[in-house]
């Protein structure tokens, strides 16, 4: 191997990086939000009594999981657009990140939600509270605590693969490292930099996800112990 | 005297199994009355229609003034009028003792944030377990979580109890340290409808008992009862009980 690594030449596109990089992280901060709520709304109505929502619920989780990504991307972008819904690109790669990880995140959410005994709604209930009240304080807490961790690996998953969305030329990360890699003729060194930078995001999204965790499972940060 | 619980022949299956057969007792206010009998004779089925974790199919059957037959019951008032304590606690792992307690008083009575460890510690303090106030339930030894849901039950003020065989998951010192609970609460005049195992409490701290058999109330007296059983089922019961 005779390649002569040429990091210098790439220093005049560090803003264009940094951008990238505040593109992704800007796109991931909305689309985990989103997909939290779409996720946890999708798994209560899978697992409530209404049999139409629970189906149209198990209906969306199959079709996401079962296409691939960036086909999900172009359907939503090119389809909406000739359907004559033409979306900035920005919020058509948020959309579709949100409806991709949300049916990912319904999954998780149901699996922890499952995990509940019995016993613990009927107490809920014996007290008097309302079913919305149930499923705040007695179900949906302990259930996202249980699955946190499987949250974050499904959150930081959702953060990488966001480079696909490069294909619909979203200004993230990889659609910048595609502009400069074609400009400077220096790829090999280009990626190099591209996968340290989303490392390091990674990284940060996972500090993220621990610090909120901590401030909302207080039971483990003092118990430390599963639930 | 008046009857706050008035079950007339309540009939309930599930499925095609039918569990009660027609059962028919009323509780008075501060009465304290033992259902005893058989795993599967419908004591427990019976004690769960009082406030409606089970729905009846047919009989007429009144709480607190709740009509539990009629369509029009107001189910969050009923569950306000009545507490139950299971037998597996039924905590919730996620909630500081405090939290447990505090949370359906605060969620369903709305009491302020600034009134809630006041409660909580009303409370605990009536079941002697003031000082684990900011533990988790799982740094509880099975006796005390039982006591923290007892008095999860008492702060909201119910004016029935339902007791779920509460002491059947502990070890006799636990069991004596819930049942002496249950009797001060009993001595204070609380209304209380007692699904039990325990024959001695049944015998000694029960006003009145009622022995399940079959689905149906086989015999029904005051704890003397059980000295002097009058049916031969009861007989069994007893002396394969003890």
């Given amino acids: ?227 | 005297m008046s009857a706050v619980v008035k079950l007339h022949d309540i009939h309930k299956s599930f499925g095609t199994v039918e569990v009660l057969k027609g059962v028919s007792f009323e509780i008075d206010r501060g009465e304290v009355v033992a259902i005893i009998g058989r795993s599967g004779s419908g004591k427990s089925t019976a004690l769960r229609c009082i406030n409606r974790l089970e729905t009846i199919q047919s009989g007429t059957l009144e709480v607190c003034g709740h009509r539990l037959d009629q369509p029009t019951l107001d189910l969050r008032a009923l569950r306000q009028d009545v507490g139950m304590v299971f037998q597996s606690y039924n905590l919730f792992p996620h909630l500081t003792v405090e939290q447990n307690i505090t949370l359906a008083p605060r969620r369903v009575k709305r009491l302020p944030n600034s009134q809630a460890r006041a409660l909580a510690q009303a409370s605990l303090e009536r079941v002697g377990l003031a000082e684990k106030i900011d533990c988790y339930p799982e740094q509880l030894s099975g006796g005390q979580q039982q006591r923290v849901a007892i008095a999860r039950s008492l702060a909201m003020q119910p004016k029935v109890m339902l007791f779920d065989e509460v002491t059947s998951a502990l070890d006799p010192q636990l069991t004596g340290e819930v049942l002496r609970v249950m009797e001060t609460l009993a001595q204070g005049g609380m209304t209380m409808a007692v699904v039990t195992h325990e024959m001695t409490f049944a015998r000694r701290v029960a006003d009145r008992v009622i022995f399940m058999h079959q689905g149906r109330v086989w015999e029904t007296g005051p704890g003397e009862m059980l000295e002097n059983p009058q049916t031969p089922e009861l007989q069994a019961f007893l002396s394969n009980g003890l």
């Fill in chain 1, 1 to 227: 191997m005779k390649y002569t690594f040429d990091f210098a030449s790439l220093q005049e596109y560090w803003p264009e990086f940094l951008r990238g990089a505040l593109m992704t992280l800007e796109m991931t901060a909305i689309a985990t939000v989103l997909g939290m709520v779409i996720g946890v709304l999708c798994a209560i109505g899978r697992r409530g009594k209404r049999p139409w929502l629970a189906a149209l619920c198990g209906a969306y989780v199959e079709v996401v999981r079962n296409t691939p990504y960036l086909i999900q991307i172009f359907f939503i972008f090119f389809g909406l657009a000739s359907a004559g819904l033409k979306l900035p690109i920005f919020a058509a790669a948020i959309l579709t990140m949100v409806f991709n990880v949300g049916a990912y995140t319904a999954e998780i959410v149901r699996a922890g939600m499952d995990t509940i005994h019995p016993g613990q709604i009927e107490a809920a209930e014996a007290l008097g509270l309302s079913v919305p009240q149930i499923y705040w304080d007695v179900i949906l807490r302990p259930s996202l605590e249980r699955v946190y961790p499987s949250l974050t690996g499904q959150f930081v998953l959702m953060m990488l693969s966001s480079s696909v969305t490069s294909q619909i030329s979203a200004e993230e990360l990889t659609g910048v490292a595609n502009s400069v890699q074609s400009e400077s003729f220096r790829s090999f060194e280009t990626f190099i930099v591209v996968a340290v930078l989303y490392f390091l995001m990674a990284m940060l999204l996972k500090f993220a996800f621990f610090l909120v965790g901590q401030a909302m499972f207080p039971r483990r940060r003092r118990l430390g112990t599963p639930l």
